[in-house]
C-alpha cells in the first residue's frame, strides 16, 4: 500500500518489551495518532518509522518499499520534534532552509518553497529573527514550515504541542489539521493527549505497555471501547466502571446484564447519567461546577462514579438521591477487562 504500513514491530532492551508485535496501516493521505501514557511506546514506534531506532523484529514499509534497515535520510519522512529543534544561531529564515541547502536544493526553488510556507503559518514577518525572540507558539510554527519546505509526502509528529499553553494547543491543533489536509500528507502524530486524538485523527492506535489496544477512529474507540482500559483513557472525566457484584441494587441494572456474572464490569458514560424517581442509589461527595456543565463525584457503597450533568445542578455535598441510565448506554465486560456486549459489541482483543 502507499501510506505506511507496520507489520509485527517489536522492539527490546534487556527482557523489557518497548513494542511486543505491533502492526498498523497508515493510508495515504490519512492521520494516525498514536495514544496512550507515558511508557507505552509510542514514541519509540515512530523513531523506528523514522529511522531513528534500531528495529528489532518485524517491518515498516512506508509507499510501498520496505525501509526497515534503510538510512533514515532515504526514507522520504519530515519529522517534528516536542523540542522544537532549532539552532538558536540561526534566524527563522536559516533554520527553516537548512534541510534543503544540506539536500543542494537550487537556490530558487528554496526561496519559492519558503515563501509559500512562511505565508501557510504566518511568519513573513519574522524571518530575520533568532529563535529565543520568538514565543513557544512561533517556535513550533517554524518547525512546522521546515518540515512542510522539506516536501516530504509522510510527516511523523513527536507530541509537537505538550510545551505550548492550553489556548496556543488548541490553536496549533487546528493549524496542523488544517496543513494536513490541504497538503495531503500522510502523518503518525504522538500524543498522551485524548483531546489532540479525538479532535484531529482520522484512526487511533491506543497503546497500552508495548502493545495494542485497540485501533479505530475517535468515534469507535469512545462508543464502542474493546477493553475497560480503553473505556477509561478516553473521555472526560472517564468512563464509570462498577463492578456488577458490589451494586448493591439489582433493579437499578434495568435488566440488560446477564445473571450468574458478578465478577463482570459495567460501564456507563458520566454523560448518560441523569437524576431518577427509582434508580442507583448514591451520596454526593463533590460538585465541580464548570460553567456549561457540572461534573458530580457520588459514592455507591464502596464505588465511586462520576455524572456530568448540563449547565448547574442543585445537588448539595452530602446529598443522598437516585441516578439512572438507558439500557441501551450501558457497556458490558468481562472479569479481565474484554467487552461482552452492551452498545454495539466490537471483536475482543486476541489474549
Known sequence: ???????????????????????????????????????????????????????????????????????????????????????PHLNVRENILFGLKVRRVPRDERDKRLIEAARMVGLEELLDRKPANLSGGQRQRVALTRTIVANQPVCLMDEPLSNLDAKLRAEMRDEIHSLQRKLALTMVYVTHDQIEAMSMADQVVLLKDGR??????????????????????????????????????????????????????????????????????????????????????????????????????TAALGAKLRVAWRPGDIHLFDEKGIRRGGKEAVPPVPA
Open 1 to 87: 500500500m502507499k501510506g505506511i504500513e507496520i507489520r509485527n514491530l517489536v522492539k527490546k532492551w534487556g527482557n523489557f518489551h518497548a513494542v511486543d508485535d505491533v502492526s498498523f496501516q497508515v493510508p495515504q493521505g490519512t492521520l494516525t495518532v498514536l495514544l496512550g501514557p507515558s511508557g507505552c511506546g509510542k514514541s519509540t514506534i515512530l523513531r523506528m518509522i523514522a529511522g531513528l531506532e534500531d528495529v528489532g523484529a518485524g517491518q515498516v514499509h512506508i509507499a510501498g518499499r520496505d525501509v526497515t534497515h534503510q538510512d533514515a535520510a532515504k526514507r522520504g519522512v519530515s519529522m517534528v520534534f516536542q523540542s522544537y529543534a532549532l539552532f
Open 212 to 313: 495494542i489496544e485497540q485501533i479505530g477512529t475517535p468515534a469507535e474507540l469512545y462508543e464502542t471501547p474493546a477493553t475497560t482500559f480503553a473505556a477509561r483513557f478516553l473521555g472526560m472525566p472517564p468512563m464509570n466502571v462498577m463492578r456488577l457484584g458490589q451494586i448493591e441494587d439489582g433493579g437499578a441494572l434495568n435488566g440488560a446484564v446477564p445473571p450468574g456474572a458478578p465478577d463482570w464490569l459495567l460501564g456507563v458514560r458520566p454523560e448518560n447519567i441523569h437524576f431518577a424517581e427509582q434508580g442507583l442509589a448514591v451520596e454526593v461527595t463533590a460538585v465541580d461546577y464548570m460553567g456549561a456543565e457540572t461534573v458530580l463525584r457520588l459514592r455507591h457503597g464502596s464505588q465511586n462514579l462520576m455524572a456530568r450533568i448540563a449547565g448547574q445542578a
